[in-house]
């Protein structure tokens, strides 16, 4: 367990309304991610920090916004869910950003969005 | 640019007999590999990785991989399948392109029977 809880684990949204994902780090770590995880496609990367207000896109940004105002807090926002944005979720978080890192993974955080 | 292919989406098995999981990558540098489990319902964790170091990488829970640079493989490989083995395994490239984003692999399925 490296430290990173996610909330909520489980939502169900209606298209149209706005949410919030949140990944809190108790490690410090400069690098945190938010995946996607659907059948067939792995994880694909929707966002990523490299510091506090540092932030850039990923694959599948798309619909997705992020803020880090803390170390240990980054947030996933969908400003209006629509049913495509139905998957889970998983923040990671990374040491030291290059090639080598290994990245540790929150439990995820199943949406569904009606 | 960087790309990684799982061979297999399903492996299915039998208790007590070998595992292979089979990986290749497409590269422009010096890669990294990754292998990650996930069980159901569970976040993703590190089995191993390749560094530039040894090219035969031993792992957790009896698991290892070979790099070959010649065949840009690296292929998980387990002598003797357990019940608890069962999960989804992802192959994983990083290399500088840029930033040092990994790439996922889809995913293969391992199913163990009794």
């Known amino acids: 367990d490296a430290g990173i809880t996610q909330s909520p684990r489980h939502k169900v949204t209606e298209t149209g309304t706005p949410v919030t994902l949140r990944c809190h780090q108790t490690?410090?770590?400069?690098?945190m991610y938010w995946y996607r995880q659907d059948p067939g496609h792995g994880l694909r990367l929707i966002h990523y920090s490299y510091g506090v207000k540092d932030t850039d896109k990923g694959e599948v940004s798309d619909g997705y916004s992020v803020s880090r105002s803390k170390t240990e807090d980054f947030l996933l926002t969908l400003e209006s869910a629509t049913s495509s944005q139905t998957s889970v979720y998983f923040c990671?978080?990374?040491?030291?950003?290059?090639?080598?890192?290994?990245?540790?993974f929150g439990p995820g955080t199943r949406l569904t969005v009606l | 640019a960087q790309s990684v292919t799982q061979l297999d989406s399903h492996v299915s098995v039998s208790e007590g007999t070998p595992v292979l999981l089979r990986c290749n990558y497409s590269?422009?540098?010096?890669?990294?590999l990754f292998w990650y489990v996930q069980h159901p319902n569970k976040g993703l964790q590190l089995l191993l990785k390749?560094?530039?170091?040894?090219?035969l990488v031993k792992g957790i829970n009896g698991f290892e991989a070979e790099f070959k640079k010649s065949e840009t493989s690296f292929h998980l490989t387990k002598p003797s399948a357990h019940m608890s083995d069962a999960a989804e395994y992802f192959c994983v490239v990083s290399d500088y392109g840029g930033s040092y984003i990994p790439t996922f692999g889809r995913g293969t399925s391992l199913i163990v029977h009794p």
């Open positions: 390749y560094t530039s170091a040894a090219t």
């Open positions: 490690e410090n770590h400069r690098y």
């Open positions: 590269s422009s540098y010096s890669p990294s």
């Open positions: 990671a978080i990374g040491t030291s950003g290059d090639s080598t890192d290994t990245q540790y």
